[in-house]
């Protein structure tokens, strides 16, 4: 049985250029920006603004996520990049 090559390459393999196609877009999208309005959550696939009011606090756990404790004792997960604004944390 013949195995289809397309410049060197099993037909079969070029699924396997999606990886990082797909990890460049993840690391280009992906950013919590903190700023005096609020914080800008931005993923692959949708986006979210929290008021700085709406926000109680921020706790840094030893492992696992960061995520916003929002004033109605919910957590939003937020996205694994920081860009500041020039505002005071």
């Not at 196609?21 to 280009?28: C, E, F, G, K, T």
């Not at 996205?79 to 020039?86: I, K, N, V, Y």
Request: aromatic share 8%; with cysteine.
């Amino acid at each position: 049985m013949a195995i289809a090559y397309f410049v060197g390459w099993p037909i079969a393999l070029w699924w396997l250029l999606l990886i990082p196609v797909a990890v460049v877009v993840w690391i280009a999208r992906t950013r919590t920006t903190v700023s005096n309005e609020g914080l800008d959550l931005r993923a692959v696939f949708g986006s979210r603004h929290l008021d700085s009011s709406q926000v109680a606090g921020v706790p840094i756990p030893k492992r696992g996520f960061v995520k916003a404790h929002l004033i109605d004792d919910t957590d939003v997960k937020l996205p694994a990049r920081l860009a500041t604004t020039g505002c005071a944390i």
